[in-house]
């Protein structure tokens, strides 16, 4: 018997999507939910849950101090150098980040508030759960 090496949640639900687009463009549109369950189908599963639980977990993304990243801080760009790395669980890590270059947090044209570092506690995909007014993540990571 072989086995078969699931893919990981999130490309499983990249594939429902595909599915539903495809389904939506040939006339027959389908709810989300119902394409993850198609999809447990085809992969000889009861039903989305149990596919799920049976999926590739997600390699643990491994900071190092002194790694370099960059990303968007509220919204502007940034290059900068984790400073410390902490786990927060199984999913998630807080970060120290220097900048580089230090970033201007403030709107108005009338003055400045410069940040020159950020502790921030990231998820799996190098964004943070804390969002600002408008519904964007405070620090988006570039991830590779």
Not at 10 to 22: F, I, N, S
Not at 47 to 71: E, H, I
């Amino acid at each position: 018997m072989t086995q078969t090496i699931l893919p990981s949640r999130d490309v499983l639900k990249g594939h429902a999507r595909k599915l539903r687009d495809t389904l939506a463009r040939a006339g027959t549109p389908v709810s989300h939910s119902a394409a993850l369950e198609h999809l447990a189908h085809q992969w000889g599963y009861r039903d989305w849950n149990t596919l799920s639980g049976a999926a590739t977990p997600p390699p643990a993304r491994a900071w190092t101090l002194g790694q370099r990243v960059s990303g968007r801080y509220l919204g502007r760009a940034f290059a900068g150098t984790v400073r410390s790395a902490t786990a927060k669980g199984p999913d998630h890590v807080e970060l120290t980040i220097a900048f580089d270059t230090p970033v201007d947090v403030v709107e108005s044209p009338r003055f400045s508030s410069l940040r020159r570092q950020v502790s921030c506690t990231l998820g799996p995909t190098g964004r943070t759960v804390e969002k600002t007014s408008d519904g964007q993540p405070h620090v988006v990571l570039d991830l590779p």
